[in-house]
């Protein structure tokens, strides 16, 4: 059964620290591209990074740079966000992605999202 689980999220002050995981199960994670998005209240998902499949290039949002990293383990068949820095604006739920286009065939799966707030 292919399953993605965000784990790490939660309360943290004004530069501080978290690291989001997202552990997989049914597929291999080095196979896919494997992003990280969020969406705070009343805001559209937006992509904060990715990393992709094979060699592992990243990216990461304008917004976010210099101060998250995205990175995975093959061997946990996990992806995680390092998170520093964090300012309030960075306030939303987290949500994990993986996809695949292979011989045409597109597949996506989406992991139930991890809270992060950032407050004092």
């Known amino acids: 059964q292919v399953q993605l689980v965000e784990s790490g999220g939660g309360l943290v002050q004004p530069g501080g620290s978290l690291r989001l995981s997202c552990a997989a199960s049914?597929?291999?994670?080095?196979?896919?591209?494997m992003s990280w998005y969020r969406q705070a209240p009343g805001k559209e998902r937006e992509l904060v990074a990715f990393?992709?499949?094979?060699?592992?290039?990243?990216n990461h949002a304008d917004s976010v740079k210099g101060r998250f990293t995205i990175s995975r383990d093959n061997a946990k068949n996990t992806m995680y966000l390092q998170m520093n820095s964090l300012k309030p604006e960075d306030t939303a739920v987290y949500y994990c992605?993986?996809?695949?286009?292979?011989?045409?065939?597109?597949?996506?799966?989406w992991g139930q999202g991890t809270q992060v707030t950032v407050s004092s």
């Open positions: 049914g597929f291999t994670i080095s196979n896919y591209v």
């Open positions: 990393i992709t499949s094979g060699s592992g290039v990243t």
């Open positions: 992605k993986a996809r695949r286009i292979w011989y045409s065939i597109e597949s996506e799966y």
